[in-house]
């Protein structure tokens, strides 16, 4: 899996990118079913990009504070065990975020 590090203006435009029918972002206390649900959704249009560890306009309404990532690749193991148990299953690509000033990962 790639890791991509980022400058602390390219995640504020994570932060601040309008959710889509090709893009979404979502905390990363996301259910395994809802991170299903996305992937599955994504799979069956015309693909899309998810970011785990941004949380929605909803949940953060200051863009600089949305960013909650963890702070090892590990502990997004959950979401590769969930999109594992799709049947059948669907070609992803995970690229991991690395936020320097934070450091934290997003996905």
């Given amino acids: 899996m790639k890791t991509r590090t980022i400058t602390s203006e390219e995640a504020l435009e994570f932060c601040k990118k309008e959710e889509s029918h090709f893009f979404d ?3 990363k206390e996301l259910s ?6 996305i992937a599955v ?3 069956n ?6 970011v785990i560890g941004i949380k929605d306009d909803k949940d953060e309404s200051a863009p600089r ?5 963890y702070p090892t690749k590990e502990d997004f193991n959950h979401v590769f065990q969930n999109l594992s148990l799709i049947n059948p299953s669907i070609p992803y690509t995970a690229t991991f975020l690395y936020n320097e000033e934070l450091n934290e990962y997003a996905l």
């Fill in 32 to 37: 395994g079913k809802k991170i299903q649900k």
């Fill in 41 to 43: 959704a994504f799979a």
């Fill in 45 to 50: 249009a015309d693909g899309g990009d998810f």
């Fill in 25 to 27: 972002r979502k905390a």
């Fill in 65 to 69: 504070k949305r960013w909650s990532g």
